[in-house]
């Protein structure tokens, strides 16, 4: 079992920055991925961002490429998410998630440990 708390959302201005974290603990997490999605009111969660714990490497979805990145603190089991520039259709609650595997998975059906979100609201 993985236990996953998220935290750093917020209220922020069109063009401002946060930083989520996601605290892991329960497993190790070498082999795993790590992954964040987000669900707006009356939409589907979406794929974020995720990454590799071993090696680091990641993907992203095309609509925060080059704004937000993930990166990993193998000291602390951390996860977290730099969302820079941001718009007023990144407010959604963001969730971290985790899954035993060493495919970088978009899909919310193939990750198995999920946090319990933090709501990021971005103003125009």
């Known amino acids: 079992q993985v236990q996953l708390v998220e935290s750093g959302g917020g209220l922020v201005q069109a063009g401002g920055s946060l930083r989520l974290s996601c605290a892991a603990s329960?497993?190790?997490?070498?082999?795993?991925?790590m992954a964040w999605f987000r669900q707006a009111p009356g939409k589907d969660r979406e794929f974020v961002a995720a990454i590799k714990w071993s090696g680091g490497a990641t993907h992203y979805s095309d609509s925060v490429k080059g704004r937000f990145t993930i990166s990993r603190d193998n000291a602390n089991n951390t996860v977290t998410l730099q969302m820079n520039s941001l718009k007023p259709e990144d407010t959604a609650i963001y969730y971290c998630?985790?899954?035993?595997?060493?495919?970088?998975?978009?899909?919310?059906?193939?990750?198995?440990?999920w946090g319990q979100g933090t709501q990021v609201t971005v103003s125009s």
């Open positions: 998630a985790a899954e035993p595997s060493v495919v970088l998975r978009t899909t919310t059906w193939a990750y198995e440990f």
């Open positions: 329960g497993r190790t997490l070498s082999t795993y991925v």
